[in-house]
């Protein structure tokens, strides 16, 4: 049947991410959107694009093809006017000109990283080797601003816990003038060292990279003030009291950063005078974690502080303190501020995200309408509104001016997924049944895969028609009743629900799928199956589908288990201790939510599944429980996945592991 061919399409797409636009910016008068996207659905060179907000015209910029490239550009730098675009291609620097049309490359030190314009478009910074560099955007002049003092210390890169845990993935910023910039220097000698080998390869050098385990040392974070005309300054702030910096940047008024002390429980955000002193702006505490959201905090052009709190059960949008969006409307993003503008995304449903704007006179209003995620970004009076949906899309918006869509080429799924979104139970979880296509009432009962994610980093019941969505259906369409829950610590639906899992990331999602799974059998009376239920799950979902068939096997009969952290002192520090503490101060809380612990627990069939290059999940965590399991002599797979991360990206492991699974569930639930 066609869906047959979705696992093969799914690998060929990159999950149907090629062909997609991307990474939308418009110039500061918002006649031209610049954007990535590939030529089609199954191309993988993402090219550079211009589209013109008055006629809606597209026009191709950069070309990885015609450069020589046989990758694509995965992100950009522009400067302020939108005119000139920096990127790295190939271990080169380029330049494309957005209003010529012209691409050259600029001479720069080997392997240049993170490109940066300047908001004047004569400079640019980046880093290679370390140093924080910076070259004219002629050409000419290319020298090194900071050098590394060691060979692990950095200037100008974030650091691992800020780029995953704290959404600060950059490590330099501007000054609008373009005279002098703002810079990380990362120092990580004292971080633990981790090797990840290649077990096929053994003539091959292990890789060494240092990784804050839970409990140990992090980076040591400064921030420097560096000038083009030689300055230097530390900033100063309690830097024993407040070792993360959660977030930086430099707007009209001056640099300014985020702070955050090791337990996370306060944040200070500071404004930075010339000579590096600093000043608190604001500060924010929470008895369990104050919650770090993207884009925050920032300045309006006027000099208003834009940040969040935590009211009641709200997380709501701050301006100079004061808080500007009502009780229920769920802040989850700031994507912008114009002059005194403010453009976040927030939720009153969690299942949907809209974009919405601020202004002091006006108060809020939704730019965003029906089902979906949406986000966006304004300039110069153009605003570009991305839509993730079935249907999903990305206008462009231009006061005066027609609307005009950025066209997708990602080629549309095989599979057409069938959500029932439903709310479970007196705590109305959220939750998604998708059903075989075809599937009458009265058919009998179907075997039940339960398919969560259920963790504090993402949702997967939502309308926004994601990938792991047809996923869910393609499993349906192999003769199961597929089941995803959204419990207790997923995000969307409120500070208090957040904060459930505090000391705990066990208990209550593994509660909420057995309570979502009953639910849901009640609502649909003969159609699941409770005597065949299988779960499967990735990363955090890995985990609670091995930890539901070692705690509850009297409910769960098989589990696939996908990148497991099966012990939560292997995981890096700001993610672990925001949720448990520091294990020095609460070993139990990592002592309870080990699966290591609970091997010889294991009744039911386990399969692991893991990617042997993964430096998010390291090897450790599956093979550790396996020798727990063997020791405790109880019986399981383990599926390795040579030279794989933490999510497969190569096309014959994504397509065969789909089947792998598939017929490893069929198996243990005799389907």
Same mark, same amino acid.
């Given at each position: 049947?066609?869906?047959?061919?979705?696992?093969?399409?799914?690998?060929?797409?990159?999950?149907?991410?090629?062909?997609?636009?991307?990474?939308?910016?418009?110039?500061?008068?918002?006649?031209?959107?610049?954007?990535?996207?590939?030529?089609?659905?199954?191309?993988?060179?993402?090219?550079?694009?211009?589209?013109?907000?008055? +006629?809606?015209?597209?026009?191709?910029?950069?070309?990885?093809?015609?450069?020589? +490239?046989?990758?694509?550009?995965?992100?950009?730098?522009?400067?302020?006017?939108?005119?000139?675009?920096?990127?790295?291609?190939?271990?080169?620097?380029?330049?494309?000109?957005?209003?010529?049309?012209?691409?050259?490359?600029?001479?720069?030190?080997?392997?240049?990283?993170?490109?940066?314009?300047?908001?004047?478009?004569?400079?640019?910074?980046?880093?290679?080797?370390?140093?924080?560099?910076?070259?004219?955007?002629?050409?000419?002049?290319?020298?090194?601003?900071?050098?590394?003092?060691?060979?692990?210390?950095?200037?100008?890169?974030?650091?691992?816990?800020?780029?995953?845990?704290?959404?600060?993935?950059?490590?330099?910023?501007?000054?609008? *003038?373009?005279?002098?910039?703002?810079?990380?220097?990362?120092?990580?000698?004292?971080?633990?060292?981790?090797?990840?080998?290649?077990?096929?390869?053994?003539?091959?050098?292990?890789?060494?990279?240092?990784?804050?385990?839970?409990?140990?040392?992090?980076?040591?974070?400064?921030?420097?003030?560096?000038?083009?005309?030689?300055?230097?300054?530390?900033?100063?702030?309690?830097?024993?009291?407040?070792?993360?910096?959660?977030?930086?940047?430099?707007?009209?008024?001056?640099?300014?950063?985020?702070?955050?002390?090791?337990?996370?429980?306060?944040?200070?955000?500071?404004?930075?005078?010339?000579?590096?002193?600093?000043?608190?702006?604001?500060?924010? +505490?929470?008895?369990?974690?104050?919650?770090?959201?993207?884009?925050?905090?920032?300045?309006?052009?006027?000099?208003?502080?834009?940040?969040?709190?935590?009211?009641? *059960?709200?997380?709501?949008?701050?301006?100079?303190?004061?808080?500007?969006?009502?009780?229920?409307?769920?802040?989850?993003?700031?994507?912008?501020?114009?002059?005194?503008?403010?453009?976040?995304?927030?939720?009153?449903?969690?299942?949907?995200?809209?974009?919405?704007?601020?202004?002091?006179?006006?108060?809020?209003?939704?730019?965003?309408?029906?089902?979906?995620?949406?986000?966006?970004?304004?300039?110069?009076?153009?605003?570009?509104?991305?839509?993730?949906?079935?249907?999903?899309?990305?206008?462009?918006?231009? *006061?005066?001016?027609?609307?005009?869509?950025?066209?997708?080429?990602?080629?549309?799924?095989?599979?057409?997924?069938?959500?029932?979104?439903?709310?479970?139970?007196?705590?109305?979880?959220?939750?998604?049944?998708?059903?075989?296509?075809?599937?009458?009432?009265?058919?009998?009962?179907?075997?039940?895969?339960?398919?969560?994610?259920?963790?504090?980093?993402?949702?997967?019941?939502?309308?926004?028609?994601?990938?792991?969505?047809?996923? +869910?259906?393609?499993?349906?369409?192999?003769?199961?009743?597929?089941?995803?829950?959204?419990?207790?610590?997923?995000?969307?639906?409120?500070?208090?629900? *957040?904060?459930?899992?505090?000391?705990?990331?066990?208990?209550?999602?593994?509660?909420?799928?057995?309570?979502?799974?009953?639910?849901?059998?009640?609502?649909?009376?003969?159609?699941?199956?409770?005597?065949?239920?299988?779960?499967?799950?990735?990363?955090?979902?890995?985990?609670?589908?091995?930890?539901?068939?070692?705690?509850?096997?009297?409910?769960?009969?098989?589990?696939?288990?996908?990148?497991?952290?099966?012990?939560?002192?292997?995981?890096?520090?700001?993610?672990?201790?925001?949720?448990?503490?520091?294990?020095?101060?609460?070993?139990?809380?990592?002592?309870?939510?080990?699966?290591?612990?609970?091997?010889?627990?294991?009744?039911?069939?386990?399969?692991?599944?893991?990617?042997?290059?993964?430096?998010?999940?390291?090897?450790?965590?599956?093979?550790?429980?396996?020798?727990?399991?063997?020791?405790?002599?109880?019986?399981?797979?383990?599926?390795?996945?040579?030279?794989?991360?933490?999510?497969?990206?190569?096309?014959?492991?994504?397509?065969?592991?789909?089947?792998?699974?598939?017929?490893?569930?069929?198996?243990?639930?005799?389907?």
């Amino acid at each position: 049947m066609a869906t047959d061919s979705f696992p093969q399409q799914l690998a060929r797409t990159r999950r149907f991410t090629l062909g997609v636009p991307v990474q939308p910016e418009p110039s500061a008068d918002g006649s031209t959107v610049l954007f990535l996207r590939s030529r089609g659905g199954s191309d993988p060179l993402t090219c550079l694009w211009a589209l013109d907000a008055d +006629s809606g015209e597209e026009r191709l910029i950069a070309d990885p093809g015609t450069l020589g +490239s046989a990758g694509g550009i995965t992100s950009y730098s522009a400067d302020a006017g939108g005119s000139l675009a920096a990127f790295v291609l190939d271990g080169a620097l380029w330049l494309a000109d957005a209003v010529s049309g012209g691409v050259r490359a600029v001479p720069s030190a080997a392997e240049p990283q993170d490109p940066r314009l300047d908001p004047t478009g004569r400079t640019i910074a980046y880093v290679s080797g370390g140093a924080l560099r910076v070259v004219g955007a002629d050409g000419t002049g290319d020298r090194a601003l900071a050098e590394p003092e060691d060979c692990d210390i950095t200037y100008g890169l974030a650091e691992h816990v800020a780029a995953e845990e704290m959404y600060r993935t950059r490590g330099h910023w501007w000054s609008p *003038d373009g005279t002098a910039l703002l810079v990380a220097r990362i120092d990580e000698r004292a971080v633990t060292r981790l090797f990840l080998a290649d077990p096929a390869d053994p003539q091959q050098q292990p890789r060494a990279i240092r990784y804050p385990l839970a409990g140990t040392a992090n980076a040591d974070v400064s921030l420097w003030l560096l000038g083009l005309d030689g300055r230097r300054a530390e900033v100063r702030w309690d830097r024993a009291a407040f070792e993360y910096v959660t977030a930086a940047g430099w707007d009209g008024h001056g640099p300014y950063a985020a702070v955050q002390s090791r337990d996370q429980r306060t944040v200070r955000t500071l404004a930075i005078g010339a000579d590096g002193g600093t000043t608190v702006l604001a500060e924010r +505490s929470d008895p369990h974690w104050v919650e770090l959201l993207p884009g925050l905090p920032v300045r309006t052009a006027g000099g208003a502080l834009v940040d969040t709190t935590d009211e009641g *059960d709200t997380r709501q949008l701050t301006v100079d303190g004061k808080p500007v969006t009502p009780a229920g409307l769920q802040l989850r993003a700031v994507v912008g501020t114009e002059d005194e503008e403010v453009l976040f995304t927030a939720s009153e449903e969690p299942t949907e995200t809209h974009l919405w704007a601020y202004l002091p006179d006006l108060g809020i209003r939704k730019l965003s309408s029906g089902p979906g995620l949406h986000t966006g970004v304004r300039r110069g009076g153009t605003l570009v509104l991305t839509t993730r949906s079935p249907d999903g899309r990305t206008e462009v918006l231009r *006061d005066g001016a027609p609307s005009w869509p950025l066209t997708s080429y990602a080629e549309p799924p095989v599979v057409t997924a069938r959500p029932e979104l439903l709310r479970l139970g007196p705590r109305e979880l959220r939750a998604a049944l998708y059903l075989p296509t075809g599937h009458r009432p009265g058919d009998g009962p179907l075997p039940v895969l339960l398919d969560p994610y259920a963790g504090p980093a993402m949702q997967k019941v939502t309308t926004g028609g994601a990938w792991y969505e047809q996923v +869910s259906q393609w499993f349906a369409d192999q003769g199961f009743a597929v089941l995803v829950v959204d419990g207790r610590g997923t995000p969307g639906r409120g500070p208090q629900w *957040d904060k459930t899992v505090w000391g705990d990331k066990a208990g209550p999602p593994l509660e909420d799928q057995i309570d979502g799974l009953r639910e849901a059998a009640r609502l649909r009376p003969g159609l699941l199956d409770l005597d065949r239920v299988a779960i499967r799950g990735w990363s955090f979902g890995g985990y609670l589908a091995a930890l539901a068939v070692l705690r509850r096997p009297d409910v769960f009969h098989a589990a696939s288990a996908g990148a497991a952290p099966t012990d939560w002192r292997l995981y890096d520090t700001h993610w672990q201790e925001r949720f448990l503490g520091h294990p020095d101060q609460y070993p139990e809380h990592y002592d309870d939510g080990s699966l290591i612990a609970e091997a010889p627990n294991l009744s039911r069939p386990l399969l692991l599944i893991q990617g042997l290059a993964d430096d998010n999940v390291y090897p450790a965590h599956a093979l550790r429980l396996s020798h727990a399991l063997l020791a405790a002599g109880r019986p399981h797979e383990v599926l390795p996945l040579r030279a794989t991360g933490h999510r497969p990206t190569d096309e014959a492991v994504v397509e065969n592991l789909l089947h792998h699974e598939l017929n490893f569930l069929r198996k243990q639930l005799a389907t």
